[in-house]
């Protein structure tokens, strides 16, 4: 069942089996959604309440049952996906150096992009070997807004501890 809500960024729907998070749909591809459910369980209201955090730039790491559905291979790429810090970005050859097969760029790249559950599993970090975006799901407006984002988070913070001592 999915669940849509306005968000800072436009509306996002969230797919949950009642226990995990299995969807995220990005402003762009909310669009014509159905099997649209009212009442949202525990799991989606706690994703909606991080997602919102997140894009308020309070919440750094999400803490949530997440269930992506493919290949054993996808599924090593998006493990990978969630070791790339808060704030910093990687190329896609270095998530393909990270999951085994530093020659499996392209193969990295359609992982990427079936990614069920952007933001979540941040695949928005991911860019081009020469340092340009490429390639984002719902937008490369949508990909730079979140990467500056972060960016602008870990400036703050980074500011504020050495203020602090």
Not at 24 to 53: H, S
């Amino acid at each position: 069942m999915l669940y849509i809500q306005e968000t800072k960024v436009g509306p996002m729907a969230i797919g949950s089996d009642g226990e995990w998070i299995t969807h995220l749909y990005l402003p762009k591809n909310t669009v014509g959604l159905t099997d649209i459910g009212k009442k949202e369980p525990k799991v989606v209201k706690e994703a909606f309440r991080q997602l919102k955090l997140y894009l308020d730039g309070k919440l750094r790491d999400f803490d949530l049952p997440l269930k992506a559905e493919g290949t054993e291979f996808m599924k090593r790429v998006w493990e990978k996906l969630l070791e790339v810090p808060y704030g910093t970005t990687a190329s896609y050859r270095d998530l393909a150096e990270a999951s085994g097969n530093v020659k499996a760029v392209r193969a990295v790249g359609m992982a990427n992009a079936r990614n069920p559950i952007a933001i979540f599993i941040p695949c928005h970090r991911i860019i081009g070997a020469s340092g340009k975006l490429v390639g984002y799901g719902g937008g490369l407006e949508l990909k730079t807004w979140l990467i500056d984002m972060e960016a602008a988070n870990v400036k703050r913070l980074n500011e504020e501890a050495k203020k602090r001592g």
